[in-house]
Nanobody, 116 residues
Framework: QVQLVESGGGLVQPGGSLRLSCAAS????????MSWYRQAPGKGKERKFV??????????NYEDSVKGRFTISRDNAKNTVYLQMDSLKPEDTAVYYC???????WGQGTQVTVSS
């Protein structure tokens, strides 16, 4: 079955960096666009769009507040999508989820906390 497993979250100081990974299995990864979403604390169950990447690696799109700080990428040989997060801010604190667009499938999420 479809599995998406995120990793790489943690506690980081403002201005720091983290690299999230999402390992995919159970489907043809190279044919699926992938996205990252996040759910901030105290915001109910709303997951907000962060970034997306087309199946072949192009057509990158980002939410305005992360443009220039976050970079989405993928390695189709490793069935993995990444989110490089630089210049992190406290407002980036959230649970980050990867999402297989065509399959409407979510990972379990990884916690990112930005705090001094």
């Amino acid at each position: 079955q479809v599995q998406l497993v995120e990793s790489g979250g943690g506690l980081v100081q403002p201005g720091g960096s983290l690299r999230l990974s999402c390992a995919a299995s159970g489907f043809t990864f190279s044919r699926n666009p992938m996205s990252w979403y996040r759910q901030a604390p105290g915001k109910g169950k709303e997951r907000k769009f962060v970034a997306t990447i087309a199946s072949a690696g192009g057509n990158l799109n980002y939410e305005d507040s992360v443009k220039g700080r976050f970079t989405i990428s993928r390695d189709n040989a490793k069935n993995t999508v990444y989110l490089q997060m630089d210049s992190l801010k406290p407002e980036d604190t959230a649970v980050y989820y990867c999402y297989a667009v065509f399959l409407d499938s979510w990972g379990q999420g990884t916690q990112v906390t930005v705090s001094s």
